[in-house]
């Protein structure tokens, strides 16, 4: 993945914990949009291994089933 589209999810996960998606979103979309399959791949894993940066947890976990009904 090339050093300036690593730094652009790295900034798109900031500014997700930050409740600012919008602006999230404009910078990481380009790049992605942008990658070629090569890179779109290495997006893709980073993206699934990084959930935790966008959420701001420690560590992530499966939603259990039927979670929503369980209210």
């Not at 949009?33 to 959930?51: M, Q």
């Amino acid at each position: 993945m090339h050093p300036s589209t690593l730094r652009a999810l790295q900034r798109a996960a900031e500014l997700t914990r930050q409740n600012k998606f919008t602006e999230a979103v404009l910078i990481a979309e380009p790049v992605i949009l942008n990658a070629d399959i090569d890179e779109g791949d290495e997006i893709r894993r980073w993206l699934t291994d990084h959930v935790a940066d966008f959420t701001g947890q420690k560590e992530t976990r499966p939603c259990p089933p039927n979670a929503a009904s369980a209210e």
